[in-house]
């Protein structure tokens, strides 16, 4: 298998955990912050789909965007409700779908800059976006068991 077929498959999965987390979750729960958080998590998951979007468009002209342009306050602040947090999100992993399959798979190799000023691949900044994703999941699904819901929402299933 390709990395870049593997990247593709990364990405479905990590994909289809987080959309049934989401699923799984009332407007009520999304909405609201649960024990010491001071955001709730539309705005996290609402995260997860900018970056996701912003390394779409990173990864395919990282010669013409500046890597600490990638969202603002307002933009996140914005979004307040399941649906527009799930748009995003769906929006997010679309766009870096699209953008990998773009892709040669020797531009995989090619290097860009992190956020943090370190050189790394675009393989590896893929990997970072869909890391923070999953992350962003944990984070969700932290919120979940704290509320009493003790479910893995996608286990037993098979990915797409």
Aim: glycine share 4%; with cysteine.
């Amino acid at each position: 298998m390709s990395t870049k077929q593997a990247l593709l498959n990364f990405l479905d999965e990590v994909e289809y955990m987080i959309i049934k987390d989401i699923e799984a979750s009332s407007e009520e729960f999304l909405t609201k912050t649960v024990g010491t958080a001071d955001r709730p998590p539309v705005q996290f998951l609402a995260e997860v789909g900018i970056f996701n979007s912003f390394t779409a468009r990173y990864i395919q002209s990282p010669e013409t965007i500046d890597p600490l342009t990638i969202e603002s306050n307002a933009e996140l602040e914005a979004v307040d409700t399941k649906r527009k947090a799930n748009i995003l999100v769906k929006k997010g992993f679309n766009d870096l779908r699209k953008a990998i399959t773009n892709l040669e798979e020797a531009d995989l190799t090619k290097t860009v800059t992190a956020q943090w000023g370190v050189p790394i691949t675009i393989a590896h900044y893929i990997l970072h976006a869909l890391g923070h994703s999953m992350y962003h999941d944990g984070q969700l699904c932290q919120n979940q068991l704290i509320a009493g819901d003790d479910k893995l929402h996608w286990s037993g299933e098979l990915s797409p």
